[in-house]
């Protein structure tokens, strides 16, 4: 079945510690993004890439960290900058983002908390 | 910039019609769209207009009138599946390539 399988479903963060969440797709799309969803709240960009090598900041990029070396992986790092990480975080990919449309498909998504 | 304004919460009886509004100001708008979110789910995509007008797929229609800066969706014969929350997300151009920006959606409760 293709997709997009983040992982863990869930995640706890200890003070001053980075962590990576994990976003892999096999739809064979060139666009990736995560975005940060807190309750009640729409979804906001944290990062986004078109190709492998290049991405570019979103509207809260503070904090946060990508990288892009293989078309199929997108993870994210919140880093210890990120004052406030307790949130849904969800992955998502486009074909290709040159299209208006832009029709996203999102994985299920990590809750992360901090203890 | 781009902002986005839609209901923050719905309750419609089942079997009926409702109706989502959503008004944004946007630079560089493209286009709208919407996307269904069950709790604690990953956002589906239901539709996106481009044009004015409107656009059904099913029990779903969404409406979009530019010079209003204003669309809709409109679900038809609900059934209490359709509870979930409901997202409006403008479509803009920038650095090369389309990007979204959501509304922070509207709760929609069916009840019996």
């Known amino acids: 079945d293709g997709g997009i399988t983040q992982s863990p479903k869930y995640l706890f963060r200890k003070e001053g510690q980075n962590v990576t969440l994990s976003c892999e797709q096999n739809?064979?799309?060139?666009?990736m993004y995560w975005y940060r969803q807190d309750p009640g709240q729409g979804l906001r960009l944290i990062y986004y890439?078109?190709?492998?090598?290049?991405?570019q900041k979103g509207d809260i990029a503070e904090g946060y960290s990508v990288s892009r070396e293989k078309k199929e992986s997108f993870p994210l790092t919140v880093t210890s900058a990120q004052k406030n990480p307790t949130a849904f975080y969800l992955c998502?990919?486009?074909?290709?983002?040159?299209?208006?449309?832009?029709?996203?498909?999102f994985g299920a998504g990590t809750r992360l908390s901090v203890l | 910039g781009q902002s986005l304004e839609q209901p923050s919460e719905v309750t419609a009886v089942e079997g009926a019609i409702v109706q989502i509004n959503c008004t944004y100001q946007t630079s560089g708008f493209y286009g709208l769209s919407w996307y269904q979110q069950h709790d604690g789910g990953a956002p589906t995509f239901l539709s996106y207009?481009?044009?004015?007008g409107l656009e059904e797929t099913g029990r779903f229609s969404s409406f979009l009138s530019r010079s209003d800066s204003y669309g809709y969706l409109l679900l038809q014969e609900l059934q209490m599946k359709d509870s979930a929350s409901y997202f409006c997300a403008v479509s803009y151009s920038g650095a090369g390539s389309y990007q979204l920006t959501f509304g922070k959606g509207t709760k929609l409760s069916v009840i019996p």
């Open positions: 998502a990919s486009s074909i290709d983002g040159r299209d208006a449309k832009n029709i996203q498909y």
């Open positions: 739809l064979n799309h060139d666009a």
């Open positions: 207009n481009g044009l004015d």
């Open positions: 890439s078109q190709i492998v090598n290049d991405f």
